[in-house]
């Protein structure tokens, strides 16, 4: 009998930084070059004859279009290939949370205030405001 090892191969795949902005950046540029083509004069005059002045924004549509495609398939290859993360953030927010739970524990009671100490605390901010207001108009005149 033979023995048969198991060969483990690993599959690394490379994901650009910020993939998602090429993609958003592409379209927006994709955008822009069809906004040129509008304002052409193809567009003016209706007709297909008039190709030859046009022939900057219809480069740059297809340019455009095609790395958009590109990128947008790479994108999608990109999400199918790579490990779901969803454990990662999981556990990002159950720390999170048990953080903000000792900290409910740590913090003492909120004060409760009557609604005679409200009025006068908005009584003496509303005094306030106009003081400097005064003052303001003061500086200014």
Do not use: C
């Given at each position: ?23 958003i ?112 108009n003061?500086?200014?005149?």
């Open positions: 009998m033979a023995n048969h090892t198991a060969i483990n191969r690993t599959v690394e795949v490379k994901v650009l930084q910020e993939i998602e902005f090429k993609v950046g592409n379209a927006f540029g994709l955008m822009i070059a069809a906004g040129g083509l509008l304002a052409g004069t193809m567009v003016t005059h209706r007709s297909v004859e008039y190709w030859q002045e046009d022939v900057v924004p219809l480069a740059l549509v297809v340019i455009m279009a095609v790395r958009l495609i590109r990128s947008f398939i790479a994108t999608m290859s990109a999400y199918e290939v790579a490990p779901n993360r969803t454990h990662q953030n999981v556990h990002r927010e159950n720390v999170q949370s048990d953080n903000a739970f000792v900290a409910q524990l740590a913090a003492p009671a909120p004060k409760s205030y009557s609604a005679e100490e409200v009025m006068d605390a908005v009584a003496k901010r509303i005094e306030a405001q106009k003081e400097e207001a005064l003052k303001k003061k500086f200014s005149n």
